[in-house]
């Protein structure tokens, strides 16, 4: 009984580099999404899906990317860090229905990034 | 634009005292609400939902939340909260239909509970 799995928990990039945080979740949820947490902030919603195949952007979508070619995983990549993006990232997801989006959120353990 | 405010960023109680916990959204229909949990070094938990019908909901652990649609606000609270309470609130907001998938999250409301 996994539910959403995150990886890696800790990463420190240079800037310009590039990466991939994974997720990948065994619920069988329609709905997956990145969010990143920075101090008074809240949670800003990154990018999120509604289903294989399909990939749209959130509140703070610049400088990543995303894509799902399966249900399980939906991984974000940063191409191109900036100490910008030092953050936690949490993936999340949910079911959903044509009639939107009405369930919880189901979220993993967390990414803390460090872009020096 | 659409909005969630948490009016307090960081609250402190003691142990037995009642908790109250301000949250206001700017949106213009339907809308589907929750509250989640985020305890020192973990992540998002869900405490309570509110989608439609009662508007007064009970979650886990003791905690309940008032929608009152007039005033767009869904306050969380607990009749005496514990030290284990110690953690980060946040409030969240989507528009209830078809095509939505955005969920907003308030700023958070850090609870400390001293012994």
């Known amino acids: 009984n996994a539910g959403v799995t995150q990886t890696p928990k800790f990463q420190v990039l240079k800037t310009g580099q590039s990466m991939t945080l994974q997720c990948a979740q065994d619920?069988?949820?329609?709905?997956m999404s990145w969010y990143r947490q920075d101090p008074g902030m809240g949670l800003r919603l990154i990018h999120y899906?509604?289903?294989?195949?399909?990939?749209d952007q959130g509140e703070v979508p610049n400088g990543y990317n995303v894509s799902r070619s399966t249900t399980e995983d939906f991984p974000l990549r940063l191409l191109s860090a900036a100490p910008s993006q030092t953050s936690v990232y949490f993936c999340?997801?949910?079911?959903?229905?044509?009639?939107?989006?009405?369930?919880?959120?189901?979220f993993g353990n967390g990414t803390r990034l460090t872009v020096t | 634009a659409q909005s969630v405010s948490q009016h307090n960023h960081h609250v402190i109680l003691s142990e037995a005292a009642s908790l109250e916990l301000g949250c206001n959204y700017s949106?213009?229909?339907?809308?589907?609400l929750f509250w989640y949990v985020q305890y020192p070094g973990q992540h998002l938990q869900l405490l309570l939902k509110?989608?439609?019908?009662?508007?007064l909901v009970k979650g886990i652990k003791g905690f309940e939340a008032e929608f009152i649609k007039s005033k767009f606000s869904f306050n969380l609270r607990k009749p005496s909260v514990q030290w284990s309470d110690t953690a980060e609130y946040f409030c969240?907001?989507?528009?209830?239909?078809?095509?939505?998938?955005?969920?907003?999250f308030g700023k958070g409301t850090k609870l400390s509970v001293i012994p």
């Open positions: 999340a997801s949910s079911y959903s229905t044509a009639h939107g989006f009405n369930s919880p959120l189901h």
């Open positions: 619920m069988n949820h329609e709905y």
């Open positions: 899906s509604v289903g294989a195949g399909i990939t």
């Open positions: 949106y213009g229909g339907t809308v589907n």
């Open positions: 509110y989608f439609s019908g009662d508007p």
């Open positions: 969240a907001v989507i528009l209830s239909g078809a095509g939505s998938y955005q969920l907003t």
